[in-house]
């Protein structure tokens, strides 16, 4: 049986991040794509120039009409912009109770633009978090979850994933690219375990999306495999690919899109 995934998420026109990488992912993943749209978001490889949220009642629309009609494997969250979407997502959840969901913490995009309004960290901390099954902050986003500086250290990994736990994220993926060094270090902490997960650090430009793109592959991977773990692991390996075959691509002036589809182009 092939899955059925949704991304909630705001939209990238260029194609490397939000919605459209979203599905990409999906589909590179073997598993059918859906979308709920969260805010209209003019953006390139170069930055972000304007912002059109949606209104939290057309969200809960979208997603009431999409969950009433079709079974939903996993869910991935992205941009939700600002607390009354937060708020719409939970309720949804709250109602349909998606088997797997995903939240990637989506505050600040690759070119600094904040995406997430400062007001609205606090309910996704306290009100959607716990209600979701996989976080996949970076080590800024964790820091602002968490209300404090962010870590240079691998060695701190583990203590902030605890902490970010006992805000009540059941798997807790904390994603070290921010830090220096040949490899790139994540952690993922959850059921008793606590994992720290090398990957490759690919040098290169083409890094718009990777955080989209891997909580996407994520979604997509979990209900064909058994555990979180398998799935994490999986998915990194997909992001690690789709960043070094990215220099194919010529997309864009700045932070060009990983290469989403280079198993088969």
């Not at 194609?15 to 990488?21: E, H, K």
């Not at 240079?152 to 970010?164: G, I, S």
């Amino acid at each position: 049986m092939i899955v059925n995934v949704v991304t909630i998420a705001g939209t990238d026109p260029s194609g490397g991040a939000g919605i459209q990488a979203d599905l990409k992912a999906f589909s590179a993943n073997g598993a059918y794509g859906m979308s709920v749209i969260t805010a209209l978001v003019a953006q390139t490889t170069t930055g972000v120039a304007e912002v059109r949220e949606v209104p939290p009642e057309f969200v809960t629309a979208q997603l009431t009409t999409l969950l009433d009609d079709v079974r939903v494997d996993a869910v991935k969250i992205g941009m939700l912009a600002n607390a009354g979407v937060i708020r719409a997502v939970v309720a949804a959840l709250d109602r349909y109770a998606p088997p797997h969901v995903v939240l990637d913490p989506v505050m600040v995009a690759k070119s600094g633009d904040r995406l997430l309004a400062p007001e609205a960290v606090a309910v996704l901390r306290d009100e959607l978090l716990p209600r979701v099954d996989l976080i996949t902050p970076n080590l800024p986003e964790a820091a602002d979850l968490l209300g404090e500086r962010e870590i240079r250290r691998a060695d701190d990994m583990p203590a902030q994933a605890e902490r970010l736990a006992e805000l009540g994220a059941k798997q807790v993926l904390l994603k070290g690219g921010h830090l220096t060094g040949e490899s790139s270090v994540d952690l993922l902490s959850g059921d008793g375990v606590c994992e720290f997960l090398p990957g490759e650090r690919v040098v290169t430009n083409n890094d718009h999306g990777t955080g989209c793109t891997l909580s996407a592959a994520i979604a997509a991977l979990r209900p064909q495999r058994p555990d979180w773990p398998t799935a994490v692991r999986e998915a990194k390996q997909y992001l690690t690919a789709a960043l070094r075959e990215s220099h194919r691509l010529d997309v864009g002036h700045g932070h060009g899109p990983v290469h989403h589809f280079h198993q088969w182009w």
